[in-house]
């Protein structure tokens, strides 16, 4: 019988995974694969930001069941646009879809499923300057909006005393593409400073103010680690895996915080604490309230229609999502991405009980 909304089910406790060229570790996952026959790959596109971490599930997934999974790491404006138009078997976002891009969409009902947690990292290239730069919202904003130009400001020693700061120009790097990890870093900002939400505000793409685009995580990554001065900001897998240094953002609660698993999973803590019944899970988790929280945390979504109009690639999806629930959570903390609370996947397990 078809199951309607086995996405939602399967789907709802899954980790993302990533772009290959950027995994070179060979871990397998716990557990036994599900009975599932080689046929017809499975096609997606969307978000860089969980890119590592889905190469990393569907290699591994692939080696134990003969399933192909191709994705094509396209930006969350390119999945949004492809699953709308039915060319991929899903998507996957980092910025959920607005009302109007839903009733857009030719499928019928499209599910936004968090599949993992990950942070939005303030990358920077100071040659004489160590590791742990403070930084505020207010004073990111200002930066991309062109009013600090300096790295010696003194909206910017005034957090850093006894930093030795270069009298040199600030190179604002920022994506070029239609982008989630835009949408996160914009959405923070946003919420931190009235100026950035009055203009440019938060969107996948945004008309920067000042500053020098590149496409991708890839690129905004390879233009910072290659420019002394330049700042940018990207996902923490690519900048940890780049080996670039990275800021620590005063949260709400006023400490100044580095990205890691531990801070981004206390992001989503309380937030999940708070999420209503039958969410939707199109929320935001930026610049959360608690002790410990990294600002600039977010879900990242896969998103697929609720009915399935091909049965053969429904029961492949379900059954990779199925063994994702199971063995593939464990494969997210080494690629630095946190695995959804162990609350969230208990109230999502039920759910999965009662829609099969």
Not at 55 to 79: C, E, H, L, M, R
Not at 115 to 124: E, F, M, P, S, W
Not at 251 to 268: D, K, L, M, Q, Y
Not at 305 to 333: M, N, S, V
């Amino acid at each position: 019988m078809h199951r309607p909304l086995f996405v939602l089910a399967a789907l709802s406790l899954v980790a993302a995974c990533g772009d290959s060229s950027k995994q070179t570790r060979t871990d397998t996952a716990a557990g036994a694969a599900p009975a599932t026959s080689s046929g017809a790959a499975l096609t997606g596109a969307g978000a860089t930001f969980p890119a590592p971490l889905y190469s990393k599930w569907f290699d591994t997934y692939a080696s134990k069941t003969g399933v192909k999974i191709n994705y094509q790491p396209i930006g969350s404006g390119g999945g949004i646009r492809q699953l709308s138009e039915q060319t991929v078997d899903f998507g996957a976002t980092d910025a959920p879809m607005s009302d109007a891009e839903l009733a857009k969409a030719k499928g019928g009902e499209i599910l936004h499923i968090p599949t993992a947690l990950g942070a939005v990292v303030v990358i920077y290239n100071l040659p004489n300057v160590p590791a742990g730069l403070k930084l505020t919202g207010d004073v990111l904003a200002a930066i991309y909006q062109g009013q600090v130009v300096k790295w010696n400001d003194a909206r910017i020693a005034s957090l850093n005393p006894g930093v030795s700061l270069p009298a040199t120009d600030i190179l604002v790097v920022h994506r070029s593409d239609g982008s989630g990890t835009t949408y996160v870093f914009s959405d923070y900002l946003s919420k931190v400073s009235p100026a950035w939400s009055t203009k440019p505000g938060k969107g996948k793409e945004l008309q920067w103010p000042v500053g020098l685009g590149a496409k991708g995580n890839d690129g905004v990554s390879g233009q910072v680690k290659q420019t002394p001065g330049a700042i940018g900001y990207t996902e923490l897998a690519y900048a940890n895996q780049n080996k670039l240094t990275t800021a620590a953002i005063r949260n709400a609660s006023g400490e100044f915080v580095a990205p890691s698993i531990e801070s981004v999973t206390a992001a989503a803590a309380g937030a999940i604490a708070k999420l209503p019944p039958n969410t939707d899970y199109r929320v935001s988790i930026v610049n959360a309230e608690g002790k410990g929280v990294y600002p600039i945390s977010s879900f990242t979504w896969i998103i697929a229609y609720a009915k399935q109009g091909d049965a053969a690639k429904g029961k492949q999806l379900g059954d990779f999502l199925r063994w994702a629930l199971t063995d593939g959570q464990g494969l997210e903390a080494a690629l630095d991405y946190a695995p959804l609370p162990e609350s969230m996947r208990t109230a999502l397990a039920a759910r999965i009980e009662s829609v099969q």
